[in-house]
């Protein structure tokens, strides 16, 4: 992607990503109408699809040849990922967002050709802007963050996960989870896969994991723990396909392996 058109984009993605959050804090106390999906606890409110449509109409006015993938549906029903591709989760951590009215982000990645070029994740009631362009680093407001340090002492590791590892055993065996628990120093559930992603770019997490997160929760975060040195695959450590749901794992890249090696005992 040209440098100058991409400068262009990353600007006007933080001017919407900080226009949306105005919305979404001013509104966030009037009647949400809150919806569930796929099961009675995944939840969507009124502001969640409106802040798709915000950037939608932004993106598609802005850049007629742009596609947009979207969590609510508004953007374009994609099956590649070629040409420019915004990858946008209005809201991530909609539970936190209505129930704690905290902890939840907008998460913005931009894409061409598959590459991810733009990762923006903004945490609307901390105001802070996580934010990075592939090769250039990432950054937490104004402040350059350092690469990850090469650390792989899992019983020094602080790992963000939730409890779904417990429900959903395809992915990994239950009893090598429950020792890796038991070996790591500690968890951490922030309910915002997006935050989960930043806060592991920032290196306060040493990685993330789940067993099941579709594309708009990671596009922007893959950017942000590449730009540090972090490594983002599947549970078996496979690349992604980003135009669909996976189990995943995000971390340092010395990490990687032996975070796997662990989740995967017994099940090679
Ligand atoms: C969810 C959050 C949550 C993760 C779920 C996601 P949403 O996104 O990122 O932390 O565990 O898998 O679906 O629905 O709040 O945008
Ligand atoms: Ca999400
Ligand atoms: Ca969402």
């Not at 993106?59 to 420019?84: N, P």
């Not at 990645?109 to 990075?132: C, K, P, S, W």
């Not at 806060?199 to 990685?207: L, R």
Request: hydrophobic share 40%; aromatic share 8%; glycine share 8%.
């Amino acid at each position: 992607m040209n440098v100058t058109l991409r400068d262009e984009l990353y600007n006007h993605a933080i001017e919407w990503v900080h226009e949306a959050g105005n919305i979404i804090r001013d509104k966030m106390n009037d009647p949400l109408d809150i919806q569930t999906k796929s099961n009675a606890n995944d939840l969507v409110t009124k502001l969640d699809k409106e802040t798709e449509q915000f950037f939608v109409g932004k993106i598609k006015k802005t850049y007629r040849d742009h596609f947009v993938l979207g969590e609510e549906g508004y953007g374009d029903d994609l099956s590649s990922l070629a040409g420019t591709v915004w990858i946008i989760d209005p809201i991530d951590g909609t539970m936190n967002f209505v129930h704690q009215k905290r902890n939840f982000a907008i998460s913005v990645g931009i894409y061409h050709d598959g590459v991810g070029e733009i990762g923006i994740i903004y945490d609307v009631m901390a105001n802070t802007l996580y934010h990075a362009k592939r090769g250039e680093g990432a950054y937490k407001n104004d402040v350059r963050l350092p690469a990850l340090m090469e650390k792989t002492k899992i019983n020094e590791a602080i790992i963000g996960m939730n409890h779904f590892w417990l429900c959903e055993n395809r992915f990994v065996d239950e009893r090598a989870m429950q020792q890796f628990v038991k070996d790591i120093r500690g968890t951490r559930v922030y309910g915002s896969a997006a935050l989960e992603f930043a806060y592991t770019a920032e290196g306060i997490m040493d990685g993330y994991i789940s067993m099941s997160l579709s594309p708009w929760d990671i596009a922007a975060g893959i950017v942000l723990v590449n730009e540090v040195g972090g490594k983002t695959t599947d549970i078996d450590g496979n690349e992604l396909n980003m135009l669909e749901k996976s189990p995943i794992l995000t971390c340092n890249s010395a990490f990687h392996t032996k975070i796997l090696d662990n989740l995967q005992k017994g099940r090679k």
